[in-house]
């Protein structure tokens, strides 16, 4: 069986033996949206949990509006979304004075985005005069809100914590830890102070910090609770299909959004097998799914959920942007063994970067685990990851095991999650 993989901005073809029986594992599909202005003008008219977008321009009357955006790690279409969003907010506020609108690119603890890549995320002849602002976790001036009940301490930068209308825009996916992304998270994480977002972070320890989990799961719990002490007044998010396509576009209050559209990604992105494999192959989805080895791991993690305990698990990732985190490399390169990272880490305690190795260390004393990367094979060994080519590794593994091995082959690993199914 030959099946075509993304890797990188390219395909790669890989080839099973016969001798396996291998069933391909993807996501569902749904209708494609292919006109993003009346999508979100919609949304914006019946929003979640919230008046209109109109009427809280109307009643709120801000003097300043800040919107916050993701970075370039997130494949949604932040240039199409702000058009439209500022040609909303322009003609709901006719007398709106454009140089009070700040726009913040949140990427959270990613190196802030250069001119380059602002240029790529924002419209900059859309309104003349407004300001651009890139958030920087460590030096950005912040806002203190509080303490929230798991003791997550609430610092926001200040750019877009001072306006008197808030807004998020992002995007719902999976999470390994945090149940989905969306909702309040592109501020109260995106665009937060170092110490909130690693203290919200260690949460995952919890074993209710699940993917696919919102309900219990006291990560996603703890962001929503920020973002309710915020006070964020309205949350635009979209669903994307496997092929980066905009199937839902929803607009609301943010909790109420992240519960809706979680719903869409589960129908999308949820599937239900009876048992697991031997081996599987994940291809974390291309580009820019697989941009770095950071980003990677997250399709190691939810593939792991697919295969039995000390099975075999290939990933391939292509890094274009390299291992993507100083801090998780020069960490992981100290140790000698995923087990010897594992307690290191839990013995001192959760520190962003660094968690990147215990993630992968967790699934490396589980599994056999090889990555096709274009990244050099000495850096993969220091961080306790064997290069192999796929093709090859797939026939030796099958060689090796007994009978007829089940494979699984995963198409879109980062966002792809598995569950029992029901009988």
Known sequence: MNIDLKYGDSQFVLSIPEKAEATVLQPASLPILNNMRNALDHALRNPYGCESFEEQVRQIAPKRVSIAVPDETRSIPVKSLLTILLDRLLAAFPGFDSSELTLVIGGGLHPPVNQEGQNRLIPMDKAPGYRVVVHDAARSRMIDFGVTRRGTPVWINADFAEAEFKIVIGQIDPHQFVGFTGGAKGVVIGCAATGSIEHNHSLMFDDKAQV??????????????????????????????????????????????????????????????????????????????????????????????????????LLMAACSQGVGDDIYFDYVSRFSTPEEVVKDFKRLGFKMGAHKAYLFGRTLIDYDVAIFSDLDPGILKKCHLKAAHPTRIMKKWVEELKGRPRVAVITNANTTYFYQKRT
């Open 212 to 313: 696919g989990r919102i309900d219990g799961n006291p990560v996603r719990e703890d962001m929503n609770e920020a973002g309710e002490m915020v006070q964020i007044d309205l949350a635009v998010n979209i669903v994307l299909d496997a092929n980066l396509n905009v199937v839902r576009v929803l607009a609301g209050e943010p909790t109420a959004v992240l519960k809706e559209g979680a719903k869409t990604c589960a129908s999308l992105d949820g599937i239900a097998i009876e048992d697991k494999f031997d081996i599987v192959a994940a291809s974390c989805g291309g580009y820019p799914k697989d941009i770095s080895l950071y980003q990677a791991q997250k399709g190691l993690n939810l593939a792991s959920q697919a295969v039995k305990h000390g099975g075999k698990i």
